[in-house]
């Protein structure tokens, strides 16, 4: 059954130029309250970020759904999605789209985000702990490409695994302090010649960190 604030956070959408119909109805149909923490549940079909474990956020469903809408998925793609996070936009691309592959570099926040699309039966998904600087090199050349994490330029070796004719989406902008990005949600778009870009609306995501959390033998580290 669906909860009736996800109506309300449709309707929301839908009333901020949403219009993909598929798009709507993927989130409608993804319950994000098991993607929050438990002191967020009550918060959970409100439209903005909320705080999740390693210090990570799960976007504001605008952004989800704007991001999800601009790809313009369609049932016959494979998609990359760096930043799994809570695992919320992977859940709802992989209504739209034949294959999930979402990169995460944090440990923990990876196997939460397994265990919920194992919950929500979402066996489309594939996960992995790694650096998505890399991308996924043995699985491409993808469909589209999104990243949800915020870098000053998109890398050349994540542009290089889209298709020809492929949408890659990313936050992208520069530090304006140690915390803090001014940053463009960018669609790209690959063509033959080489890409074509747009800016869409201005936006905040956490930064997109190279390697690997250290993680010390006594198990203290960045992860814990
Ligand atoms: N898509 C998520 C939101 C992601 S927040 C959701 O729907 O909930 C951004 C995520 O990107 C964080 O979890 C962060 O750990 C991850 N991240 C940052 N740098 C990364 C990197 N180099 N490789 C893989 N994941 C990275």
Redesign the pocket.
Known sequence: MVDTRAISLIMALRGQGITDQRVLSAIERTPREI?VDKPFETSAYADSALP?A?G????QPFV?ALSTQELDVQPSHRVL??????????AVLAQLCRMVYT????KP?MQAAYARFQKLKLHNIVTRH????RGWPEQAPFDRILL??AIPEVPQTLIEQLKPGGILIAPVGKPVSVESFSQDLVKIIRTEEGTREQSLIPVV???????LPQVSSDGAGEDK
């Open positions: 993607f999740i390693c990570q956020t799960i976007s989800v999605e760096i930043g799994t996070g809570s695992g919320y936009q992977a990169v995460e570099r944090h926040l790694a650096d998505g600087f949800t994490a995501f956490v930064p997109m960190v190279p390697g």
